[in-house]
């Protein structure tokens, strides 16, 4: 939930909302678009988890149906609640990471720096090697 660009910045203004730009390196965000799939893979994590885990205690203990409800709604809820703004900031870090959508200028920027013998090329890689 921190800038893919720098490490430093907060990704998130709010528990949802991406910012516009970083306020430790300036990288822009505007360009993101998380839209729905954060939303849709927190339901298939939670269900994953849950359903089993439901399916065990029935076959385990038969509890009342008053009783699993009571169990788990909430363990749903909460599941859910807590995985939403991490998978929104991973679907953004990889938009970014992949020049996806408006990032592409930021990732070419990227590329630059490293073929010019930034830091972030492994000490055992010549400039020669890269493209």
Partial sequence: MKCPNCGQGHLFGRFLKVIDSCKAC???YTPQRAD???AYLVIAIVGH????ALLAVE?????PAWLQLLIWMPVTGLAALFLLQPVKGTIVGLQWQTG???FEAARRHRDGEARDGDARLPNFISKELVP
């Fill in 49 to 52: 988890l849950v359903v089993p």
């Fill in 36 to 38: 729905d799939l954060p």
């Fill in 26 to 28: 300036g990288e822009d």
């Fill in 59 to 63: 076959m385990a203990y038969s509890p």
């Fill in 100 to 102: 996806m959508h408006g």
